[in-house]
């Protein structure tokens, strides 16, 4: 039998992980200290292996958002990517490379959700073929979804 093993990071690439073994929970919360750490309705995170991370490039800076929390994110580029606590680590679900499979299992502090966060899949979708076409025309310098050797690849200027 394989271990699992799992890798991911942040938008620019300059904080990078590795995860082996079991993951926890897939999650979200609608606390208010979440919405504030990833600017948005929620966060989505799911639980590490005790013992199971390993930061294969830089590491994340951290934020004391109370007396028992720290959020950790990249301090290049703002990507949020952790939610540490008494109990564990928790990792952002978007920061993985592969996300397919962590679909949220749970809500919690859902007392204070934003009241119209449940309708939002509601909403109209914007199919504008125009706009995909120039969305196509931009050229990202955000890592791709798998490990690098070095990064930012040569010749790319950031």
């Given at each position: ?49 005790h013992d199971g991370l390993e930061w294969t490039r830089g590491e994340p800076t951290y ?20 939610y540490r606590h008494p109990g564990g680590l928790e990792i952002a679900i978007g920061a ?63």
């Open positions: 039998m394989t271990e699992a093993i799992r890798s991911g990071g942040c938008q620019c690439g300059a904080v990078r992980f590795r995860i082996r073994g079991q993951l926890g929970r897939p999650s979200i919360c609608h606390c208010r200290m979440c919405q504030k750490q990833f600017g948005n309705f929620f966060s989505a995170l799911v639980t590490a292996p934020f004391q958002s109370s007396v028992n929390i720290d959020r950790g994110f990249c301090k290049n580029c703002g990507t949020p990517l952790t993985f490379d592969e996300r397919d499979d962590l679909a949220p299992r749970i809500q919690v502090n859902y007392a204070s959700r934003l009241p119209w966060v449940e309708t939002i899949f509601e909403q109209p979708v914007h199919q504008d073929p125009d706009f995909y076409a120039r969305q196509e025309q931009i050229i990202s310098f955000q890592h791709p979804d798998h490990d690098t050797e070095i990064w930012p690849s040569e010749g790319l200027k950031i």
